[in-house]
């Protein structure tokens, strides 16, 4: 096979990749271990869907078994997403292919000949290309690509029977319960970091969020060292990308690892007390001030901006 | 830091410049403005081990000598200049005087706790006829029995919330006049502490008045000799005490232009970075150029103390010029910030109020020129 | 029980000078990768008394200088394989060279990676090595303890909190929040300059370094300059600011 194989755990994800494929002019094949998966993607791929049958029900348990498909069908690419799930599929199944791993491509351009992958490196402080040399295992975040329209054609759907790796066993699930609009289609969205002094004051993120009919997110330490917000919800260059019109960042120093995750953002604000704070230099506006103060007063100006005052 | 470290050093520094960025920093704003002693802080550097920088290792100190003391104050200088300040009388005063003066009985009483951080130590010379002014001193130790009676008032002892204090205390012995110290404990009998005093610079370090009510001072906790006590105890730790507060004070003017290059990395005034403008880079280089000038002074100087060379006129000279640069640049670059530069929520005019404080601290500047004077002119 | 906890010696990036000629890191600074320091903490949080924490490491002559810091920091000993090429070597390469080495060390019960590495932070060198050396692995674990013969991990997978468990031999990469890497006291400091340092190499391993070689060609480290606006509202009066910030935000078209 020449073109790209794409991992798809969810349609839509499957789709994102499918744009990130066809952005590269290369034919595109997928392989799921879902089988509402795996017919909801043959309206997309203009190949071959692959559906793995076997006895886990999580894709990255089937890295040996992709890693023989991919041997088998010799794609010139692989795309997956870069989620915690997708990056260990993709690295045991490179290992399994001693091939190289380009993880959270953030650009995939091709000259006709080489795909160049871009990708953040030093914390998102710097930005390096890669030169791809054969067959190359791809992790790319899909929240930064669209959906693929439906394909003129409607591919073939093979089952393969695959054996999963069931050492790890997931013992317990806990679904962490999702406050408001989710940060991948939120058009407005309020960051909150550790300028913010009280869990308590959340209400006030989640109320200009109210007002800006957006979605409240956070950096890194709020999510994994305050437990303020669940860990989807921070944003950064191992957590969300964003793409939302306007980014509004509360009491956030503005570090890289953060910054990183606004680069799709159209307009960011910053408020911060600390006039030296990194932020204000990736911000297109800023406030110095206290956001206890300047907030409220936002809220009030957005609203009467609203009703025409 | 000195521009000549081994590699262990080296990794000391590291550990302290960690704890002054992730620890301390944090917390220096805060400090200076509640004026609230950091007791949290001061345990923490007990914990990593600073507390034995100078302290022998049959104490249970590290025996790291006064360059690595000062690189590591240095680092917490450039977080909190109070902080170090108020380590330094902990780490490179107190514990040098006791090594110097003490007897071994005394040495593994009171240094092997000290290092562990179980004592948090203080000096206290300064009477309100002045520091240098001993003749007119009040303070007395009068004998009693074998042991000692200690009566007076001492005014502006760093670090007033000590557990042992090292005292100085006017003799006489056969009519002849002389000047003793003292080790007095928290908690003697007529041992009081007075009210912290509200500073311009320095705060959080609690600045206390001591007052001695026939405080009995048992015979062993008598230091060095009756006569001679003072001038024991602040020979070397006096010079290495003041080493400590130049490396605090030379933190503190790093600190400030480190913040201070930052702000002006982000700010635009008249349409162009701040960092366009040429005098305000002058200012800039010209504070990296005296801090430099200053280190150098230091860390020859500390080197020249570790190597025997002993040259009190060296320390006297560093205690000068390099606090008085510290200040000279913190008050330069605090213009850089304009009117954010005034405001409390800042939080980086402590710099210069801080520095402002070495000029006086554990000798003037003026003392120290007398000094010098006195010795290039006899 | 013998833990090998895996380490990268990455270039401070603040230590690198960006220039309109490009990105400088001939004098930058080496240091233990950032989530790595996590790493050490964490296998040093599950050894008991008589589990031994062995500390590995690929890289070149600057790998022999942190190694005091690491030793300073809990593990017993530091193995570093060292060969000059160990810079340009990709996620495949090195973790061929660690799972070589823990194969050389022999009897390896656990191995603890960080989630990645604060250069290039591919994720990738944790699991590679698990499927090279056939263990199980957990990625990117909040938490993680070991029960007698079997370790348990949690971890949080698109809005779901997952609680995991395998038996050892295994692989475990954590983040930060697994382990809070204290920093070392004095005391540990001056004992790491007594503890062992031993030295591998490729050939030891029976690796060469041709087959190390990259499989990408890496181009040149570009600053990441955010083109943004930086328009500050003028101090003061925070009410004129914040209606300074909302007429922009109307021209822009981001306010509905």
Same mark, same amino acid.
């Given at each position: 096979m ?7 755990d ?9 744009t990130?494929?066809a952005?590269?002019?290369l ?11 795996a ?6 791929v203009?190949?071959?869907?692959y ?14 078994a992709?890693?023989?498909?991919v ?14 799930p ?5 690295a045991?199944?490179a290992?399994?292919l001693?091939?190289?791993l380009?993880s ?9 000949t ?9 914390g998102?402080?710097f930005e ?15 929240e ?11 591919a073939e759907r093979v089952?393969?029977e ?18 408001g609009?989710d ?11 550790l ?14 969020a ?40 509360l009491?956030?120093?503005?570090q890289?690892?953060?910054?990183a995750g606004l680069?799709?953002v159209?307009?960011?604000?910053a408020?911060n ?16 001030g ?12 957005i609203e ?6 | ?14 550990v ?14 805060e ?6 002693f950091?007791?949290? +802080?001061v345990?923490?550097?007990a914990?990593?081990g ?13 025996d ?8 590591v104050l240095e ?24 090594n110097?003066?003490?007897t ?11 290092a ?6 203080a000096l ?18 009068t004998?009693d029995g ?20 090292i ?5 006489s ?8 110290a003292?080790?007095?404990e928290?908690?003697m009998?007529g041992f009081e ?18 007052i ?12 060095g ?13 006096g ?9 605090s004070a ?32 002058? %200012?800039?280089?010209?504070a990296?150029?005296?801090?430099e000038?200053?280190?150098? +002074?230091?860390?020859t ?10 040259d ?6 560093c ?17 850089? %910030? ?10 980086v ?14 000798g ?9 004077a006195?010795s290039?002119?006899? | ?5 895996c ?12 220039s ?21 903490? !964490?296998?040093m949080?599950?050894a008991t008394e008589?589990?031994? &924490?062995?500390?590995?490491t690929?890289g ?28 340009s070597?990709?996620?495949? !390469?090195t ?5 070589? !080495? ?5 009897? &390896? ?5 960080g989630?990645?590495s ?8 944790? $699991? ?10 957990m990625?990117e ?7 007698g013969?079997a ?12 609680f995991?468990c395998a038996d050892? $031999? ?5 983040l $930060?929040?697994?382990?809070e890497?204290?920093? $070392? ?6 004992? !790491? ?17 041709t087959?190390l070689a990259p499989?990408?060609?890496a181009g040149p480290l570009?600053? &990441?300059?955010a ?9 003061g009066?925070?009410?004129s ?8 935000l109307v ?6």
């Amino acid at each position: 096979m020449t073109g790209a194989l794409v991992v798809a755990d969810t349609i839509e994800g499957g789709r994102r990749l499918i744009t990130v494929a066809a952005g590269l002019n290369l034919p595109v094949s997928a392989v799921t271990h879902d089988p509402t998966v795996a017919t909801g993607l043959t309206d997309y791929v203009s190949d071959v869907v692959y559906h793995l049958v076997g006895s886990s029900d999580r894709l990255h348990d089937y890295y040996s078994a992709f890693a023989g498909l991919v041997r088998d069908r010799q794609p010139d690419l692989v795309l997956i997403a870069d989620t915690v799930p997708g990056r260990e599929l993709a690295a045991m199944s490179a290992a399994q292919l001693d091939v190289a791993l380009v993880s959270g491509a953030t650009r995939l351009v091709t000259d006709g000949t080489r795909i160049t992958a871009t990708r953040l490196v030093y914390g998102g402080s710097f930005e390096r290309e890669e030169q791809l040399g054969g067959l190359t295992i791809v992790t790319v975040p899909t929240e930064l690509h669209h959906p693929a329209a439906a394909s003129a054609t409607t591919a073939e759907r093979v089952t393969v029977e695959a054996t999963a790796d069931q050492r790890v066993t997931v013992t317990k699930r806990a679904t962490v319960t999702r406050s408001g609009p989710d940060l991948a289609s939120a058009l407005a969205i309020v960051g909150v970091g550790l300028g913010l002094r009280h869990r308590d004051d959340l209400s006030l993120a989640d109320e200009l969020a109210g007002a800006l009919d957006g979605a409240v997110a956070c950096t890194r330490p709020v999510a994994e060292d305050r437990g303020w917000l669940p860990t989807e919800r921070y944003i950064g260059i191992s957590g969300a990308k964003i793409t939302s019109d306007l980014y509004v960042a509360l009491g956030i120093s503005g570090q890289t690892q953060h910054t990183a995750g606004l680069r799709d953002v159209k307009v960011v604000v910053a408020i911060n007390s600390d006039p030296a704070a990194p932020i204000f230099a990736a911000a297109d506006y800023g406030i110095v001030g206290d956001l206890y103060q300047i907030v409220p007063l936002l809220i009030q100006a957005i609203e009467d901006s609203r009703h025409g005052q | 830091m000195s521009h000549f470290l081994s590699d262990e050093q080296v990794r000391i520094r590291d550990v302290a410049r960690e704890f002054a960025q992730v620890e301390v920093s944090p917390r220096a704003a805060e400090i200076d403005n509640k004026d609230e002693f950091p007791a949290d +802080l001061v345990r923490r550097a007990a914990e990593l081990g600073l507390f034995g920088l100078m302290i022998p290792q049959e104490y249970g100190g590290l025996d790291a000598g006064i360059t690595t003391t000062c690189v590591v104050l240095e680092e917490i200088g450039k977080a909190s200049p109070s902080l170090a300040g108020m380590l330094s009388v902990q780490i490179a005063l107190c514990p040098v005087s006791m090594n110097t003066a003490g007897t071994p009985e005394q040495k593994t009483k009171y240094l092997v706790p000290s290092a562990s951080g179980e004592n948090l130590m203080a000096l206290s010379a300064t009477e309100p006829s002045g520091m240098m002014n001993t003749a007119a001193h009040q303070t007395r130790l009068t004998p009693d029995g074998e042991n000692y009676r200690l009566n007076g008032l001492k005014i502006f002892c760093t670090q007033g919330s000590a557990t042992v204090y090292i005292v100085g205390g006017r003799t006489s012995v056969d009519g002849q006049e002389g000047y003793g110290a003292a080790i007095v404990e928290k908690g003697m009998p007529g041992f009081e502490v007075g009210k912290y005093e509200n500073k311009l610079g320095w705060r959080g370090s609690n600045t206390g008045t001591l007052i001695f009510t026939d405080v009995l001072i048992p015979r062993e906790n008598i230091l060095g000799g009756i006569l001679t006590g003072l001038g024991e105890v602040s020979g070397l730790g006096g010079l290495t005490g003041n080493l400590g507060h130049c490396a605090s004070a030379l933190g503190c003017a790093e600190g400030m232009l480190a913040k201070t290059i930052e702000y002006a990395k982000g700010r635009e005034l008249y349409g162009q970075p701040m960092t366009a403008l040429q005098p305000i880079t002058y %200012w800039l280089s010209e504070a990296w150029v005296k801090i430099e000038a200053a280190r150098s +002074l230091l860390y020859t100087t500390t080197r020249m103390v570790e190597e025997g060379r002993i040259d009190p006129n060296m320390i006297m000279a560093c205690k000068v010029h390099v606090c008085e640069t510290a200040f000279e640049v913190c008050n330069r670059l605090l213009q850089v %910030w304009g009117g954010h530069g005034m405001m409390n929520d800042t939080g980086v005019h402590r710099y210069m109020r801080d520095a402002r404080v070495d000029l006086i601290a554990e000798g003037a500047s003026e003392t120290m020129l007398s000094g010098i004077a006195q010795s290039i002119l006899a | 029980m013998n833990i090998v906890v895996c380490y990268k010696s990455a270039l401070e990036e603040t230590s690198m000078l960006v220039s309109s000629s490009g990105v400088d890191a001939t004098r930058a600074r080496h240091k233990i990768s950032d989530y790595d320091r996590n790493a050490i903490a !964490a296998g040093m949080g599950v050894a008991t008394e008589t589990d031994r &924490v062995l500390a590995l490491t690929f890289g070149g002559l600057e790998a022999k200088k942190t190694a005091k810091d690491v030793l300073s920091r809990g593990p017993d000993q530091v193995y570093a394989v060292i060969a000059n090429d160990a810079a340009s070597a990709d996620g495949a !390469a090195t973790a061929k060279v660690l799972a070589a !080495a823990i194969r050389s060390i022999g009897d &390896v019960d656990l191995v603890v990676c960080g989630e990645g590495s604060s250069d290039s932070y591919a994720h990738q060198v944790g $699991p590679r090595i698990a499927a090279l050396l056939s263990m199980p692995v957990m990625s990117e674990l909040s938490e993680f303890s070991v029960e007698g013969t079997a370790i348990k991990g949690k971890r949080t997978v698109g809005g779901v909190t997952e609680f995991l468990c395998a038996d050892l $031999p295994a692989v475990a990469t954590v983040l $930060p929040a697994a382990a809070e890497a204290p920093i $070392p006291g004095l005391k540990a400091v001056l004992a !790491a300059g007594k503890k062992p340092l031993t030295e591998m190499t490729l050939a030891e391993l029976g690796l060469d370094a041709t087959s190390l070689a990259p499989k990408t060609s890496a181009g040149p480290l570009t600053a &990441v300059l955010a083109s943004r606006k930086r328009i500050l509202f003028p101090d003061g009066d925070a009410s004129s600011q914040v209606a300074g910030l909302v007429g922009a935000l109307v021209k822009e078209g981001v306010l509905r």
